[in-house]
Structures are given as C-alpha cells and as structure tokens.
T-cell receptor
C-alpha cells in the first residue's frame, strides 16, 4: 500500500475482553514498530520486529500484551484481559532499513469501558 | 538516561513569525534525531531529521540546529503559517537500541493568522 495502514481506526471494548489491533506496513519494509500514545503525551515504544522476529519487546508493559508478525509483513498487537488503563492510541510504524525514516500509521484509538 | 526533554509545552506565534522548539537528551549513544508533526486524529509524520555529525540541517522553512556538546537540538519554523498549527515531537534513537524512538512530550503550536 501507499502508507502504513492500521485497523480498526477505533475500538471500544469492555474491561476484561481480548482485542487485536492490526498493522499493515509499507510494502517491502522489514522493520516494524508498535508505540502507544496516551492523551497529551508523546508515543512510547512497545515492540520492534525485524522481519518475522520480535527483536526488542522491552516496551511491552506486562504479559497481557503480545504481538506477532508471522510472515514478516502484517503485524497484530494482542491485548488480553483489557483494563481501563490500556485506553490509548496504538501506533504502528515501519521503515525500510533500521534507522532510516519511520512512517507511522494513523493509529487505532482503543477505549476500554 | 533514555529521556528526551522538550520545551515549551505550548507555543503561540503570529503568522510570518519564527517558531522555536527545543529538546535536550542525556544518552550520548543517540545518533538519530527526527522531528515529527502530528495533527489531531492522525499519526506522527516525519518532518526533518539530523545525525550528530552535522550542526544544522535545513529543508524548506524547517531547520534543525544541533549542539552535540550541549546535548541539545532545536526545530526552527520560519515564516510560520496557520497550517503549521499542530503538535510537534522531537525524538532520539540509536543503532544499539534497535532505533526505537524515544519521544519528547510534545509542543502544541498555534499560529495565529
């Protein structure tokens, strides 16, 4: 695609439910990052994939958060037993070579009620 | 040591004026310093970036000034326009940290007509 695509744009879920957020990076980009942005703050790093493997997951807040990228393109961020504190905009970014320009998607706004 | 400090939190500039946003960092391993522009409901978009081997980079109305010894860098927007009204984030990253971006807290810029 022309840019990084994230679906859904908005997700409202009940506390305790499971959610999946999808990221479709720019075609050919091998590096993929997930970030979380709370209201009025800068994005915070969650996890980084190089190809299919999670090369750095140091930003995942706890074991309720998990992400996969099975074929080295589309990635899914999975959140189990959602809590109200998980409400934020989840951003995905991709780049062609590690360290060069990172292009962000429009984000998924997750609201846990 | 991973923190990037950004100021001011908000900025109001008259059309045609110069907008200046400042950032400071501690980690001397950082080797890539991008600036992102974010409009409400959108993902961050890369504006301009610099590496520490140069002291200034200019692209159109946007200039990054970089002071390696002081561990500071700034964004200058010349001839500011109402369409520049957005939130601006500085960021820093390093090769040894997977080039994950460490963002500042953001500056909300308003350019008055």
């Amino acid at each position: 695609g022309a840019g990084v695509s994230q679906t859904p744009s908005n997700k409202v879920t009940e506390k305790g439910k499971y959610v999946e957020l999808r990221c479709d990076p720019i075609s050919g980009h091998t590096a993929l990052y997930w970030y979380r942005q709370s209201l009025g703050q800068g994005p915070e790093f969650l996890i980084y994939f190089q190809g299919t493997g999670a090369a750095d997951d140091s930003g995942l807040p706890n074991d309720r958060f998990f992400a996969v990228r099975p074929e080295g393109s589309v990635s899914t961020l999975k959140i189990q037993r959602t809590e109200r504190g998980d409400s934020a905009v989840y951003l995905c970014a991709s780049s062609s070579i590690q360290g060069t320009e990172a292009f962000f998607g429009q984000g998924t706004r997750l609201t846990v009620v | 040591q991973q923190q990037v400090k950004q100021s001011p939190q908000s900025l109001i500039v008259q059309k045609g004026g110069i907008s200046i946003i400042n950032c400071a960092y501690e980690n001397t391993a950082f080797d890539y310093f991008p600036w992102y522009q974010q409009f409400p409901g959108k993902g961050p978009a890369l504006l301009i970036a610099i590496r520490p081997d140069v002291s200034e980079k200019k692209e159109g109305r946007f200039t990054i000034s970089f002071n390696k010894s002081a561990k500071q860098f700034s964004l200058h927007i010349m001839d500011s326009q109402p369409g520049d009204s957005a939130t601006y984030f500085c960021a820093a990253s390093s090769m040894d940290s997977s080039y994950k971006l460490i963002f500042g807290s953001g500056t909300r810029l308003l350019v008055r007509p």
